[in-house]
């Protein structure tokens, strides 16, 4: 199946790091989400980016939508424990339709 | 305002058996759309649903299936299930008035032995 390639895969910080984390694709997207997903539940919507260039914040969290429209980026400062969670980017097609692709993931461990 | 909600939660079918989940999306919006995760492919798109017609399709064989109720209630059916089809099955709802986000349910785990 298709996916954004998503990096880092992981990542160890210790707790009031900076953590960042970025997705890329061959393909040019209207929009980027970005979720966090806990164990056992569904994805949650931290940031929903529309134009190229924008840059958006939600608290700690700050998101970017490349210029090439082929990547985002996210930002989390200073991190918490309850940070922890797999954050997915998605790309969307969404002119007559919502389809997202999403990536393969980072998964966030907070050391305290 | 409820979010989306998927029933059931958890189920176990055995191989050959078919499986239907549902969705109920968030008040007031006409799009359903529906992911496969498992932890070897991620999320991958399965189908969307507008206004009872289904606007886009991912690349599953023929044994997946949706449909929409003109309420905006979904289901989605698998039929003939395979061991592969263990994952966990989510419904994301989404509005024109939402913008193009979609949001998501907690999902089905689906367990095929």
């Known amino acids: 199946g298709q996916q954004l390639n998503q990096s880092p895969q992981s990542m160890f910080i210790q707790e009031g790091e900076d953590v960042s984390m970025n997705c890329t694709s061959s393909?040019?997207?209207?929009?980027w989400l970005w979720y966090k997903q806990e164990p056992g539940e569904g994805p949650v919507l931290l940031i929903a980016?529309?134009?190229?260039?924008e840059l958006t914040s939600n608290g700690r969290l700050t998101a970017q939508f490349g210029i090439t429209r082929k990547d985002s980026f996210l930002n989390i400062s200073a991190s918490i424990p309850s940070d922890v969670g797999i954050y997915f980017c998605?790309?969307?097609?969404?002119?007559?339709?919502?389809?997202?692709?999403f990536g393969t993931g980072t998964r966030l461990k907070v050391l305290a | 305002k409820a979010g989306v909600t998927q029933t059931p939660r958890y189920l176990i079918k055995t191989r050959g058996q078919q499986v239907t989940l549902s969705c109920s999306p968030i008040?007031?919006?006409?799009?359903v759309s529906w992911y496969q995760q498992t932890p070897g492919q991620g999320l991958q798109f399965l189908f969307e649903?507008?206004?009872?017609?289904?606007?886009n399709k991912g690349n599953f064989p023929g044994r997946f299936s949706g449909r929409q109720f003109s309420n905006s209630r979904s289901e989605m059916n698998v039929s003939t299930l395979e061991l592969g089809d263990s994952a966990l099955y989510l419904c994301?709802?989404?509005?024109?008035?939402?913008?193009?986000?979609?949001?998501f349910g907690e999902g089905s785990w689906l367990t095929v032995v």
């Open positions: 649903y507008f206004s009872e017609t289904q606007r």
């Open positions: 998605a790309g969307g097609f969404t002119s007559g339709t919502y389809k997202y692709i």
């Open positions: 994301a709802s989404s509005s024109t008035t939402s913008g193009n986000t979609i949001y």
């Open positions: 008040s007031g919006h006409r799009s």
């Open positions: 980016l529309y134009k190229a260039g």
């Open positions: 393909s040019i997207f209207n929009t």
